[in-house]
């Protein structure tokens, strides 16, 4: 962190104290979006393969309930919560809407699993709407996103495509365009995981090694008065 920033944060927050010397705590914290990606992609990849018809069987439902709940989904939503101490309202968005996604989704396959409830149907109304409701946020993200950097753009475009086509397939029982929602989300997953190991790689190494297109970082890293004092914004 540069000495001037903190500097200048400690004179801010001295003057707002009347004069008071306040002491400083910083806390660094690694990207959260480095976990809530993988875990978004590995999940992603599983399910949407099988949408694909790479492969599926009975017992599928049985493999998939796990992951899908623990690495997409809980991994994710702490990444998600995680991403609030970094002050990045965007992770935050992606993060805990597809981690919450993730672990209703690994519920449902828990209860198919044991006589609970029926498996769904291609057509099925009803998960029709999550992913209308999934499209809707995730079409929101993807606009955001332009302020961040391709690579994100990129996998947002993708999911937000393969949500769209997967509420239609599901709203009409079409075969075809669940297929096609199915590919759509695997390649998101796969820009995803480069996403994210571009992102692990430039925090091991200290500088960038694999480009993600990233815009302009943001002036005025360290904010003061509110949330965490001493939190580095963003990612």
Known sequence: MNPENVSQFSEQNQALRGG?????????IAA???????????????????????YGGPHTDLYLFPFAALFG?????????????ARDGLATAVHGTWGSFWI??????LLVVNGKIAAPALFSPEMGYWF???????WMCTVAAT?????????????SIGSTLEAIARLTGTGGIHMAAGYAFVISAI????????????????????G????????????????EPGVIRGQ
């Open 20 to 28: 008071a010397g306040p002491r400083i705590y910083l806390q660094p």
């Open 73 to 85: 989904g809980l991994a994710q939503f702490l990444a998600g919560m995680w991403a609030f101490k």
């Open 32 to 54: 959260p979006s480095i976990l809530g990606l993988y875990g978004f992609a590995g999940a992603t990849f599983m399910v949407a393969a099988n949408f694909a018809g790479w």
């Open 104 to 109: 209703a989704f690994g519920l449902l396959n």
């Open 147 to 159: 302020a961040e950097n391709v690579g994100l753009v990129c996998v947002l475009a993708a999911l």
């Open 191 to 210: 820009i995803a995981w480069w996403l994210a190991s571009a992102m692990m790689f430039e925090e091991t190494f200290g500088h960038a090694v694999i």
């Open 132 to 138: 209308i409701v999934l499209a809707a946020i995730t």
């Open 212 to 227: 993600i297109g990233k815009k302009k970082a943001r002036e005025g890293s360290l904010t003061f008065g509110v949330g």
